[in-house]
């Protein structure tokens, strides 16, 4: 069982910047691809940023040149770093962890509004 928790959520003003932490509790989170997804209201969970085991990224399109995605394995943690926020990429962002036999874990989620 992995437990995760999203910190560093809250208001940011257009063009600002935010930087989302996770939290893991897991002895082998190293061995864990870690994603990053949000969700905006009325509209399906998408997923914004991973990164595998071996440390490979990827960007969703609507956050490329943006964002950037970084783990900690020493520390359990893994973060999103997103910079020149539009108003669009408002909505709950959840840390999600998943290993193929271990599984698929969701945090509780944070809220990210971007709004003047």
């Known amino acids: 069982q992995v437990q995760l928790v999203e910190s560093g959520g809250g208001l940011v003003q257009p063009g600002g910047s935010l930087r989302l932490s996770c939290a893991a509790s897991?002895?082998?989170?190293?061995?864990?691809?870690m994603d990053w997804y949000r969700q905006a209201p009325g509209k399906q969970r998408e997923l914004v940023a991973s990164i595998t085991n071996g440390g490979d990224t990827n960007d969703a399109d609507s956050v490329k040149g943006r964002s950037t995605i970084a783990r900690d394995n020493a520390k359990n943690t893994v973060t999103l770093q997103m910079n020149s926020l539009k108003p669009e990429d408002t909505g709950v962002y959840y840390c999600?962890?998943?290993?193929?036999?271990?599984?698929?874990?969701w945090g509780q989620g944070t809220q990210v509004t971007v709004s003047s």
């Open positions: 897991a002895s082998s989170f190293s061995i864990y691809t």
């Open positions: 999600h962890a998943y290993h193929f036999l271990k599984g698929s874990f």
